[in-house]
Nanobody
Framework: QVQLVESGGGLEQAGGSLRLSCEASGLTFGDYSVAWFRQNPGKERELVTIISWSAGRTYYADSVKGRFTISRDNAKNTVYLQMNSLKPEDTATYYC????????????????WGQGTQVTVSS
């Protein structure tokens, strides 16, 4: 019933940009905070960024701060991740996740997850 669908991933050269989207259905979107996680084979899932219910608070991992920007449009039930100045180390599967908590840094606190979208950055 509740679905999160990511899109916008693909292949990009270092220094380029991608814009990921996470469209939600089956929930009252404005009641949920949304995060982006990423993961590569052999590595633990990494929290990238969080945006609160009303976009009043955001969090960015140090590795992406200044390059990535999270935003949301509750009327469209969509969260975006603008990724600029991409680096090869940004290569990963990116997952969108939603929580009823206002601010949650523990992945176990996220009840709903998308299927992921692959981002590959070449040098």
């Amino acid at each position: 019933q509740v679905q999160l669908v990511e899109s916008g991933g693909g292949l990009e050269q270092a220094g380029g940009s991608l814009r990921l989207s996470c469209e939600a259905s089956g929930l009252t979107f404005g009641d949920y905070s949304v995060a982006w996680f990423r993961q590569n084979p052999g590595k633990e899932r990494e929290l990238v960024t969080i945006i609160s219910w009303s976009a009043g608070r955001t969090y960015y991992a140090d590795s992406v701060k200044g390059r990535f920007t999270i935003s949301r449009d509750n009327a469209k039930n969509t969260v975006y991740l603008q990724m600029n100045s991409l680096k090869p180390e940004d290569t990963a599967t990116y997952y969108c996740a939603a929580t009823s908590n206002w601010y949650e840094v523990d992945e176990r606190g996220y009840a709903y997850w998308g299927q992921g979208t692959q981002v590959t950055v070449s040098s």
